[in-house]
């Protein structure tokens, strides 16, 4: 959410400002409110806040811009060499940085981090496996702004904590480099309308680098998908399952950060590595696109629990009061009428789930365990497990590289797949899987849902981030 601002009124004292995105499209007046309104302008008012509450909260969208700066489909530069540069070495960069060097054609050339013996650690990485050593910049929290002034970067890779996905790709862009960054890209409408119009100014990419789109579950059932299986998909769902209490308290790492939304915003924070697939299986701005959300939350209860049974009393963590929800449910619909279960829980006793179901003309797919149920299939009315169908409908990237995928990558292999498929698409000189449009929309239900829950559960809009490109047919890996 943006930031309140201060202003002067006509006697010179400090008022609150609107932020920005709201004096758009609603300017205030200069003098004290009884002065400038008459009572017939303030019935006009009430009868329109009244019309506008039953409508979908509706973000503003910016004007349109020409169809020629859409980043759809646009093709990466050639690269003989990707050249690489890391900004974040800790738990997320260090996997990512394992990931690249066990790739051909790729040299990470810059590392930046906050803590100098991460950076150099990650450098020694870089010399053990018989590459030259990075340049390292270690000179504060926004050392990236010297970074990506360098010649020999292709693209800027940001895993740091989520306040800085925006603004590392920012300057990437800025810089005329590509940007890819961890989840999510943003967390508000603004940043993601920034990421949008940088990407499409700069005539660069700007990459939400989703790993659970390369998962293999995930890739085979897309593949099913896209040969009719299941028929016309109607609905999905998608969520981020998973106990983090334990490290949501942690002295280190993602403790020192991740568990501050928690006392001060409500929604799902995290809502890409459901919907990432989802948005692939439903052609998300490839013929359709999200058009609107509702969303409520449940009470809190799982970190003042922890926090009862785990944190000593002394702690200064007793003085922070939690207020998002243990678990977001929202429900999206898109143009073309399909809808999607989207949920968010991190604060319970659960085993790990990103839900991941489609529902079709022609059949069903669930997960966790992954289990598939075609129409007409021998056997009766009963699912069978996705290995049954393994031989026909394995995707072509685990085929070529699954091997290896398993041997070297994280997360079962779906990391390696997905940064090699990043070098593949810039050695080759192809379009990315995904681009700004899809990092924006991916994004979007963490500041949509908050909105919809402060609310009351009403209906939120999805900005339309193509500006109208979501209507034309594309192609994935």
Known sequence: ??????????????????????????????????????????????????????????????????????????????????????????????????????????????????????????????????????????????????????????????????????????AALKAGKHAATEVPAAMSLEQCWELVDASERSRKHCMLMENCCYDFNETLVNTMIKKGLFGEIMYAEAAYIHDLRSLLFEDRDEGLWRRFPHTNRQGNFYPTHGLGPVAWYLDIHGGDRFDYLVSMSTAERGLSLWRDEHVPKDSAKWQETYIEGDINSSLVKTVKGKTILLQHAVTTPTPYDRLNSVRGTKGVFKDYPARIYLDGQQGGEKYLPIDTFKADHTHPLWTRVGEIARQKGGHGGMDYIMAFRLVECMREGLPPDFDVYDAAAWSAPWPLSETSVKNGSKPVSFPDFTRGGWQAARSRS
């Open 1 to 170: 959410m943006a930031a309140w601002s201060w202003r002067s009124d006509n006697e010179g004292k400090q008022i609150p400002a609107l932020p920005s995105h709201l004096t758009r499209t609603m300017p205030m007046p200069d003098g004290p409110f009884d002065e400038v309104l008459s009572r017939r302008d303030l019935l006009k008012t009430a009868s329109a806040v009244g019309a506008a509450m039953a409508l979908p909260l509706r973000p503003a969208d910016p004007p349109a811009r020409p169809a020629a700066a859409t980043m759809m489909g646009v093709p990466f530069e050639r690269h003989a060499t990707v050249r690489i540069a890391i900004v974040g070495t800790g738990l997320r960069g260090s996997s990512v940085l394992g990931e690249l060097l066990a790739i051909d054609g790729v040299r990470v050339t810059a590392l930046c981090d906050i803590v100098p013996a991460k950076a150099q650690r990650a450098a020694k990485r870089i010399t053990d496996a018989g590459h030259p050593a990075p340049a390292l910049f270690t000179a504060g929290d926004r050392d990236f702004e010297n970074l990506v002034k360098r010649d020999d970067i292709d693209i800027v890779y940001t895993a740091t904590p989520w306040p800085w996905h925006t603004p590392v790709c920012l």
